[in-house]
């Protein structure tokens, strides 16, 4: 069945430093790929998103790119902040297209200053 | 805009006692969804619905879990009799029909902690 594997954390960085969370997947089709994000005492929001192969999702300083040669969607961060320590969830949509979505088991990032 | 709410936010109670969980979606929204999470499952989800009709909930853990959605603006999730494994962050999301790629928006959760 369709799954997403993270990488274990916790990633413990210093600011500033660039960030890599690996994400791979295995579904069939062509599902289309997110990464959500989850500040303490909070409930997950959606961070970006891919939809086909090579798409590129983008958002407050955050990529990830849609590889499915290696079916792969790893987020990266050029220089991270203190304000982003959260746990971080990728996701894709289920096959059966029934809107349902798989989630990886979640990366915490803690930021220290 | 109000987001999805969810109550209460908080919620302590005792073995074998009943819990119920509340959800209001976005409005306009016409897919709900529940979620548990724990350190040891991570995120799991339990059931959801389109247009009120539950279309999968295979992630119900057992019949002490039940799901209903009496309208399009209000979902409950209850628990009868609770336990201690039960213990969770219980989150309802919802989301503009069943596309894949449209977003799922998150509540704040509730916090059970079953004693």
Same mark, same amino acid.
């Given at each position: ?17 660039f ?6 997947y295995?579904?069939?089709g062509?599902?289309?790929l ?14 970006l998103k ?6 590129k999702g ?8 849609y ?8 987020l990266e961060?050029?220089?991270?902040q ?6 971080y ?16 088991q ?8 | ?6 109550? $209460? ?10 819990v ?25 989800l ?7 009709? $539950?279309i999968d %909930?295979?992630?119900?853990?057992? %019949? ?19 336990? $201690?494994?039960?213990s969770?962050?219980?989150?309802c999301a ?6 894949? %790629? ?13 004693l």
């Amino acid at each position: 069945g369709d799954s997403v594997t993270q990488m274990e954390g916790p990633v413990t960085l210093s600011e500033e430093a660039f960030l890599t969370i690996n994400c791979t997947y295995t579904a069939t089709g062509y599902p289309s790929l997110f990464w959500y994000v989850q500040y303490p005492g909070e409930g997950l929001q959606l961070l970006l998103k891919a939809t086909k192969a090579d798409d590129k999702g983008s958002n407050k300083g955050f990529e990830a790119t849609y590889r499915k040669e290696t079916t792969s969607f790893h987020l990266e961060k050029g220089s991270v902040q203190v304000s982003d320590s959260a746990v971080y969830f990728c996701a894709l949509t289920s096959s059966s297209n029934t809107g349902k979505l798989i989630f990886g088991q979640g990366t915490t990032l803690q930021v220290k200053p | 805009d109000a987001g999805v709410i969810q109550s $209460p936010r908080h919620e302590v109670t005792e073995m074998g006692q009943e819990v119920t969980l509340r959800c209001k979606p976005i409005s306009g929204h016409n897919s709900l969804f529940w979620y548990r999470q724990t350190m040891m499952r991570g995120l799991e989800l339990l059931i959801y619905f389109n247009n009120n009709v $539950p279309i999968d %909930d295979s992630g119900m853990p057992e %019949d002490r879990f039940s799901a209903k959605m009496p309208n399009a603006s209000f979902s409950t999730l209850k628990i009868q009799p609770s336990e $201690p494994r039960d213990s969770a962050v219980y989150f309802c999301a919802s989301k503009m029909g069943l596309a894949g %790629d449209n977003e799922q928006f998150f509540g704040p959760g509730t916090r059970l902690t079953v004693l």
